[in-house]
T-cell receptor, first 116, second 116 residues
Framework: AQSVTQLGSHVSVSEGALVLLRCNYS??????LFWYVQYPNQGLQLLLK??????LVKGINGFEAEFKKSETSFHLTKPSAHMSDAAEYFC??????????????FGQGTILTVHP | DARVTQTPRHKVTEMGQEVTMRCQPI?????VFWYRQTMMQGLELLAY????????DSGMPKDRFSAEMPDATLATLKIQPSEPRDSAVYFC??????????????FGPGTRLLVL
């Protein structure tokens, strides 16, 4: 079985500060990992994903994430927070096989608040 | 700009009534997901179709919920009879990728359901 744990249900930063959202996964096979963002009253949209190859993945809006197999982590970072980054962020892992091939397991989400 | 559309966007109904939610996936996408989001449970996968065939509906209460894809352009989620605990935001997402493990899911704006 695969699972995802997001450490911290709420993270608060000042505008211009570093954003770090933590995600740890559990998977018996090499994982495919995703970060999605949900703005208020909207559906989720993909920020970035790791499949194979380079372990540092760049996404939209200046976000990036690094896959660290030894730490089973896929933390999301952004060097400088902007007010528009305030949203809920979800880490997810894709199911490796079986009939539900490709099914995503989502973490519980982290709400990011950005203070002026 | 291709998008997943969902109707209705908001629904208020009384306990015991039938509720039907509709989703139009992005043209050409062959995978459709139904999710439910609540504060308590987070994001839950209810059902999952590929090429209109149901692959996984293990997350769906079978006694009152049903999901179908009458054709490639329409997915439906029905609740009969509805109960107050069904109050939630219901999202539809679609995707299309040869390797389904790395498929990006495109979410609709959701149907916000309130059962009184």
């Amino acid at each position: 079985a695969q699972s995802v744990t997001q450490l911290g249900s709420h993270v608060s930063v000042s505008e211009g500060a570093l954003v770090l959202l933590r995600c740890n996964y559990s998977s018996s096979v090499p994982p495919y990992l995703f970060w999605y963002v949900q703005y208020p009253n909207q559906g989720l949209q993909l920020l970035l994903k790791y499949t194979t190859g380079a372990t540092l993945v760049k996404g939209i809006n200046g976000f990036e994430a690094e896959f660290k197999k030894s730490e089973t982590s896929f933390h999301l970072t952004k060097p400088s927070a902007h007010m528009s980054d305030a949203a809920e962020y979800f880490c997810a892992v894709s199911k490796a096989g079986g009939t539900s091939y490709g099914k995503l397991t989502f973490g519980q989400g982290t709400i990011l608040t950005v203070h002026p | 700009d291709a998008r997943v559309t969902q109707t209705p966007r908001h629904k208020v109904t009384e306990m015991g009534q039938e509720v039907t939610m509709r989703c139009q996936p992005i043209l050409g996408h062959n995978t459709v997901f139904w999710y439910r989001q609540t504060m308590m449970q987070g994001l839950e996968l209810l059902a999952y179709f590929r090429n209109r065939a149901p692959l996984d509906d293990s997350g769906m209460p079978k006694d009152r919920f049903s999901a179908e894809m009458p054709d490639a352009t329409l997915a439906t989620l029905k609740i009969q009879p509805s109960e107050p605990r069904d109050s939630a935001v219901y999202f539809c997402a679609s995707g299309s990728k040869e390797d389904y493990r790395q498929e990006t899911q495109y979410f609709g704006p959701g149907t916000r359901l309130l059962v009184l």
